[in-house]
């Protein structure tokens, strides 16, 4: 017998609360988790700490939840996606930490594999390397990055079985499957839910070992925009 991870949106949400920090997947809207990003809307949540390569766009995806004020600080790489973010950034109402994508995209592998840290030569010499310890090794010089973690994650992927064994669709594997890895409590939304034995293990990217809960998709993203389906 296996434990049936599906659960509802609102009991997955009850898992994310003020102060804490989330991963969320995706880069911008593609592969985004947008169906539980609606629901955070209307989850009282704040101060909340977002890891996600941007912070959507404009009203869309998490540019709601900036808009609303939820998001304190946002570690990324890809700001000017979301023309609110500047402007929120220069009124002092969100904080900004700003990695290279290879960087936080390791930092996030990293973080899922136990380990502290790791020393990168990328953004040696600029001002991201401020505060930051720098090392010589092998007469290069390189500086340290930490590893990063998350009390939840929201990912996105194609499909889920009812343990929580995960596969993704084209471009969502971008930081999804290192996602999963990295925090202490992941929820999945997914497009479909199929039984247990119906994946093939070859197409299996996240084991369900690293998934508490699987909800289903509401809304999509189209070439039209996003749109609501069920």
Known sequence: MYKDKQMSISDALAHIQSGQTIMV???????????????????????????????GEAGKGLGMLLRQGKIKKAIGSYFTSNRDVAK?????????????????????????????????????????????????????????????????????????????????????????????????????????IVEVGELSPEEITTPHLFVDAIVKSEWELTKEGVRQIG
């Open 25 to 55: 997947g995706g880069f911008g809207l593609i592969g985004c988790p947008l169906t539980v990003i609606q629901h955070l809307t209307e989850h009282d949540v704040n101060e909340l700490t977002v890891i996600s390569n941007n912070v």
């Open 88 to 192: 929120f950034y220069n009124e002092g109402k969100i904080e900004l930490e700003l990695l290279p994508q290879g960087t936080m995209s390791e930092a996030i592998r990293a973080g899922g594999a136990g380990i502290g840290g790791f020393y990168t030569k990328t953004a040696v010499g600029t001002d991201l390397a401020k505060g930051k310890e720098v090392k010589e090794l092998k007469g290069e010089t390189y500086l340290l990055q930490e590893s990063l973690t998350a009390d939840v994650a929201i990912v996105k992927a194609w499909k889920a079985d009812r343990l929580g064994n995960l596969v993704y669709y084209k471009t969502a594997r971008n930081f999804n499957p290192n996602m999963a890895t990295a925090a202490s409590f992941v929820i999945a939304e997914v497009d479909e």
